[in-house]
């Protein structure tokens, strides 16, 4: 492993040491985060420099990987912030926060370990005015959707920069099954009604 990371750093010194480790085997992932951690010199929040598509910590690579224990590893260290935002992968002037990560990649299990921790900001917005329930309904991740709306007191109205609400994008993409669910949602205003003033059910007809 140590021979991995010395390779790694030299063929790309913008990188952050946890970042590369984050793309060796699993069990020496798993033996690396934990050593790297244990030392104060590190800084486990640390964004790599790789370029516009890649400006992430090692948690960010962690779920990109679906790597659910180190996920969980990194989550319990006190030095980590949960709502950091990570450049997005294909725009330098996307940031994400984890939430919107997932909520667009479609991880529900990785979803389900962020929403566990009970302090993430689920009202966070990406450059589109987009909530991570709105991005996952846009994207017709449909567990996601259902895990989202379990949460007391979480909005199923939300908008976007353009005064798109939730129930309209997913009539526009025609996802039926997240449709149902947000019908049965607390809350849900389905007469809103579009620029061109049509309402979501007849979108979806």
Excluded at 84 to 93: D, E, L, R, V, W
């Amino acid at each position: 492993m140590h021979a991995f990371l010395t390779t790694a750093l030299l063929q790309s010194p913008s990188r952050t040491p946890l970042s590369h480790v984050a793309e060796g085997g699993r069990i020496a992932r798993i033996a690396y985060v934990k050593l790297l951690l244990s030392l104060d010199s590190v800084n486990p929040d640390a964004k790599d420099n790789n370029g516009c598509g890649h400006r992430w910590t090692l948690l960010f690579w962690a779920i990109e990987k679906e790597d659910e224990e180190i996920v969980q590893l990194l989550l319990n260290n006190e030095r980590i912030d949960p709502d950091s935002k990570s450049s997005g992968q294909y725009s330098c002037n996307s940031e994400q926060t984890l939430l919107l990560r997932t909520a667009v990649t479609g991880q529900s299990i990785i979803v389900k370990v962020l929403l566990a921790k009970e302090h993430f900001d689920l009202t966070a917005k990406d450059r589109h005015g987009q909530t991570p329930l709105f991005l996952a309904i846009e994207n017709g991740h449909t567990i996601i959707v259902e895990q989202f709306l379990a949460i007391e007191d979480i909005d199923p109205n939300t908008q976007n920069k353009k005064g798109e609400t939730s129930l309209l994008v997913a009539a526009e993409k025609g996802h039926r099954a997240v449709i149902r669910l947000l019908l049965k949602a607390e809350g849900i205003k389905p007469d809103y009604k579009n620029s061109k003033e049509r309402i979501p059910l007849s979108l979806a007809i």
